[in-house]
């Protein structure tokens, strides 16, 4: 019987994004309660790429961009120019803006909104690749 997770980086990959989304829920909900915003940004940051890291495998991403550049093996599951590279572009722009805004933030409220736009970042990859791959 064939498994519906498919190999092992597909399993780590959707464990890993499950923990991601559970940390911005938790954080999220006991925003409050949170005093240090600056090790919650560079935890989301630093989570973030490996997950993003583990998507960009399992998605065929580096087949993808070695196809485009010499054309010697088959391309991954999207093309190089496609909706869902674009818009992972964007989302990975927004956490690298929010990152690099949160080192220069001087105060807790202004790192928590660039947590936020951090996690809508993040959360713009997560829901547009995963959407495209049940319909492309």
């Known amino acids: 019987m064939k498994s519906s997770w498919g190999n092992a980086t597909t399993v780590v990959?959707?464990?890993?994004?499950?923990g991601l989304l559970c940390f911005i829920g938790y954080t999220v909900w006991h925003h409050a309660d949170i005093r240090?915003?600056?090790?919650?940004?560079?935890?989301l940051a630093?989570?973030?790429?490996?997950?993003?890291?583990?998507?960009?495998?399992r998605d065929g991403l580096d087949k993808t961009i070695q196809n485009a550049i010499c054309g010697n093996c088959a391309?991954?599951?999207?093309?190089?120019?496609?909706?869902?590279?674009?818009?992972g572009c964007v989302g990975a722009s927004l956490i690298l803006f929010a990152?690099?805004?949160?080192?220069f933030s001087k105060s807790q409220h202004a790192r928590e909104?660039?947590?936020?736009?951090?996690?809508?970042?993040?959360?713009l990859k997560i829901v547009t690749v995963e959407i495209a791959k049940r319909l492309w």
């Not at 990959?13 to 499950?18: G, H, M, Q």
Request: aromatic residues 18%; glycine residues 10%.
């Open 13 to 18: 990959t959707a464990l890993f994004i499950l």
């Open 36 to 43: 240090f915003w600056g090790r919650r940004s560079l935890f």
């Open 75 to 87: 391309p991954g599951i999207f093309p190089l120019v496609s909706l869902p590279n674009c818009i």
């Open 113 to 123: 909104i660039w947590f936020y736009v951090m996690s809508g970042g993040a959360m």
């Open 46 to 57: 630093c989570y973030g790429l490996l997950v993003c890291c583990f998507a960009a495998a």
């Open 99 to 103: 990152g690099i805004a949160t080192l």
